[in-house]
């Protein structure tokens, strides 16, 4: 099967799953603040925080990191499974 076939098959397996079009929503909303993160900047401006809130920032993050990782899991489990029903 040429790749090119195998893309629209692909596509069209998206489409039709209510789990692709679930796993899209959660990606964009976790995905999203990744892409506004600035390292340097943001590390600066939370290390400038009162040690109290600063504590809770930090668990923030890395709560949200792990959320992250977990979002993108199930979105490849998921596209796993649509590519697995193609071949």
């Known amino acids: ?6 893309e629209l ?3 069209e397996a ?3 799953s ?6 899209q929503v ?12 600035q390292e340097a900047r943001d590390s600066a401006r939370i290390n400038a ?4 809130r600063k504590t809770k920032a930090v ?3 890395t709560r949200w990191s792990e959320l992250y990782r ?3 899991d199930l979105n490849k489990d998921i596209n796993d499974e649509l590519q697995g029903g193609i071949k």
């Open 70 to 72: 977990e979002v993108i």
């Open 18 to 23: 209510p789990d692709w079009f679930g796993i």
């Open 59 to 61: 668990d923030l993050i």
């Open 49 to 52: 925080m009162s040690p109290d």
């Open 14 to 16: 998206r489409k039709a």
């Open 26 to 37: 959660l990606t964009g909303l976790v995905a999203g603040g990744a892409g506004l993160f």
């Open 1 to 6: 099967m040429s790749t090119r076939n195998n």
């Open 9 to 11: 098959q692909i596509h």
